[in-house]
């Protein structure tokens, strides 16, 4: 098992990243004993829990999401619920519930399931928004409240919902309050041809037991280093940019928040910090822009009508907001910010 150490003195910064880069691989590492797709999808989602947000999973059934979620649950040395939403879900099937004990005659708290390190949430859109609504204090301040009594939830907290982009029928949408709670939204597409063939070679052998490769100390010790990781102000410009480009758009009736704009440098805090950097570029940015930004933006009825999509759109501001391709290095912090960032928008 790696273990992780914080190093005194600035020099440590990059002794920092590296080990975490360490810890990271065999996290990645030890999920890919169990998953089989697309190598990206889990580095995403350790994206999203190193930057302290939660995970919109969308994509067919049978794509092995529930799969995925479990082997980083296991990876990492978390505890891991399931909740099944349905229409009848309540919200005390969520947050838990007072029950009488019948040996003393008093109230005990039965925990739910949103009392875990990982939490997944299978296909949230087929309950109602009450219940959808019980995991907005949980994922926003990692605690629930229940009969007026406030919860604190384990450390680290991760949730994971799913949801079949298929299916509308019996089915939810996730209000825009509910949907911008969630740092990143990831598409899992089908498995590559060879990825389906080792799907099937491997399908009736036992499948690995995933093992805990890391402590939960360790994964809030990568937390901490990840909000530590530099990000010149050059770096600030360009990630503002390209939230004021969504928001500029004819095409977008309603673009980018503050709170995108600050989930993208947290997202690409935890991306350098993946790669074994100190300091952030722009291209971690870009990296991981379209998980960040797409799923909050709100479509004009002209971009509907004509067949537009919110990938498409953001796949347009990344080409036309440019940026330098500089390290953004502390030493390059001298160097004049990006300007003309947003020109183009229309």
């Keep these: 098992m790696v273990q992780a150490q914080i190093p005194s003195g600035a020099d440590g910064r990059a002794e920092n990243a590296r080990r975490a880069q360490a810890l990271c691989r065999a996290v990645l590492d030890e ?18 829990l190193l930057a302290r947000g939660h995970c919109l999973l969308e994509g067919v059934p049978g794509v092995a999401k529930t799969t995925l979620i479990k082997a980083m ?5 978390g505890s891991f619920k399931r909740i099944q939403f349905t229409p009848d879900l309540l919200p005390s099937d969520i947050t838990g519930t007072y029950v009488l004990s019948q040996r003393d005659g008093a109230f005990n708290l039965r925990h739910g399931p949103i009392f ?34 406030t919860h604190r939830l384990a450390a680290p907290f991760f949730v994971l919902a799913t949801q079949n982009p298929v299916e509308q ?54 937390q901490q280093v990840g909000g530590e990781v530099y990000v010149d102000d050059e770096v600030y410009a360009y990630a503002v940019a390209l939230a004021q480009y969504t928001r500029a758009h004819s095409r977008i009736a309603l673009g980018a928040s503050p709170r995108a704009s600050l989930g993208l440098v947290l997202a690409a805090r935890a991306a350098a910090l993946i790669a074994g950097r100190w300091y952030v570029t722009p291209d971690d940015l870009k990296r991981v822009a379209p998980h960040v930004l797409a799923h909050r933006l709100i479509l004009s009825a002209e971009a509907e009508s004509e067949g537009l999509t919110r990938e ?35």
């Design 31 to 48: 999920v890919g004993r169990s998953y089989v797709g697309h190598a990206e999808i889990p580095e995403l989602i350790l994206t999203a």
């Design 169 to 222: 029928e019996g089915t939810y949408p996730l209000p825009e309050a509910q949907v911008d709670r969630f740092l990143m939204r990831i598409v899992v597409p089908y498995p590559s041809t060879a990825d389906e063939i080792t799907i099937l070679r491997t399908y009736a052998s036992k499948p690995p037991e995933t093992r805990a490769v890391c402590t939960l100390e360790n994964v809030l010790w990568l």
């Design 116 to 149: 875990s390190h990982v939490v997944l949430g299978d296909e949230i859109n087929r309950a109602p928004a009450k219940t959808q609504s019980a995991l907005l204090e949980a994922m926003q301040e990692h605690q629930v409240t229940i009969d007026g009594e």
């Design 73 to 77: 649950a296991g990876a990492i040395g």
């Design 312 to 346: 498409a759109l953001i796949d347009e501001c990344l080409a036309r907001v440019p940026y330098r391709r500089a390290d953004a290095r502390p030493d390059a912090a001298a160097h004049g910010a990006v300007t003309s960032l947003a020109e183009g928008a229309r």
